[in-house]
């Protein structure tokens, strides 16, 4: 299955696994990669550069195939160290770099001199252009449906893909709503050259996470994610439990709330202990509305085999439709 996005990644499919705090590890992105997609490790999931680095040593000691660290950059009153774990990634040969977050104008230059393929990830059109602009690679353009912060537009991967697609010289990916290959098949005939998956790896035997969550995924509905942050205009999409009910209700409070005042619920450190631990109820579960189309747990190959069958199966069919119609319009011509 070859488009730019194969050519630019050297992997067999246009499947991306999306960087996700504590579920991008080696486990997971080495399986996306033996699968023939592209796995990547989430940089700040590791405490320091150097626990990236020795990460990234474990990852590739489970793959000769390629994968990516992803970087997300935040506003911070006391940031990470970003140019270290960039370095970590670069000289331990990463080749492929998603960046996310704010804008990752300050690390292009060192990550294109060193030969790296840059993914930048956003939500909207006038982002992916500055990112172009700016000299990445290829842009994953992320609809309203996805987990994490899908932006404060509100526009979904139906709308917001084919407009990407039209206005970059540079291949999109696809991002947030897609589990299947029907979902693949629609974004390739949108006009985008790969997907970009999360929840859904998320619901895999070699994800990082305990079978409880795993399970609660499976069980969950299209109706079942929450947008939360929305008073504080920086809208996330998790998946709704007794956490993300609290923090809805005491920003709809009179006079809304502080960030401070809903901190210990939503820190990073609780949410990593209800992934680990499995208590759905103990901290945030960051997912897509993409959960409607989950009923199992395969593992990454059987996934990745499924939805490029399932791909070429939709585009075959839409491709057959297609060509009656055209037979129907030359008969009544």
């Not at 579920?23 to 699968?35: F, H, I, P, W, Y």
């Not at 160290?81 to 300050?106: F, K, M, Q």
């Not at 500055?130 to 509100?154: L, M, Q, T």
């Not at 069980?219 to 079942?224: I, K, L, Q, V, Y």
Request: proline fraction near 5%.
């Amino acid at each position: 299955m070859k488009t730019r996005i194969t050519e630019l990644l050297g992997t067999r499919y246009p499947i991306i696994q999306g960087g996700m705090q504590w579920v991008g590890t080696a486990e997971l992105a080495s399986a996306v990669s033996n699968a023939g997609g592209l796995g990547v490790l989430t940089a700040l999931t590791q405490p320091t550069p150097q626990a990236l680095a020795d990460e990234i040593a474990r990852c590739r000691a489970m793959t000769d195939q390629p994968f990516g660290v992803n970087l997300t950059i935040l506003p911070s009153v006391k940031p990470p160290p970003y140019a270290e774990y960039l370095a970590a990634a670069i000289d331990s040969g990463v080749r492929v770099l998603e960046t996310a977050g704010n804008s990752p104008a300050a690390f292009i230059e060192t990550a294109k001199r060193r030969g790296l393929r840059i993914i930048h990830k956003c939500t909207s059109l006038r982002h992916a252009l500055s990112a172009e602009r700016r000299g990445v690679d290829a842009v994953s353009i992320d609809g309203f449906e996805c987990a994490g912060h899908p932006g404060e537009d509100d526009v979904p991967g139906l709308v917001l893909i084919p407009i990407a697609a039209r206005a970059l010289r540079i291949p999109v990916i696809a991002s947030g709503g897609i589990a299947d290959g029907r979902g693949m098949a629609a974004a390739l005939a949108l006009g985008a050259e790969g997907v970009n998956l999360g929840t859904r790896f998320c619901a895999t035997a070699e994800a990082p996470i305990h079978d409880d969550i795993k399970q609660a995924l499976v069980r969950a509905s299209e109706r079942d994610t929450q947008l939360i942050f929305r008073t504080l205009h920086n809208t996330g999409r998790v998946l709704k439990n007794a956490v993300s009910d609290e923090v809805v209700a005491m920003e709809r409070r009179p006079g809304g709330c502080e960030f401070a005042d809903i901190q210990p619920l939503v820190s990073g450190q609780r949410g990593r202990q209800a992934l680990h631990g499995g208590n759905v109820d103990g901290g945030l579960v960051w997912a897509g509305q993409v959960v409607g189309l989950i009923d199992d747990v395969p593992r990454c190959d059987e996934l990745i085999e499924r939805m490029v069958r399932e791909c070429r199966e939709a585009l075959g069919r839409a491709g057959r439709l297609a060509a009656a119609q055209g037979a129907q319009a030359l008969q009544e011509a």
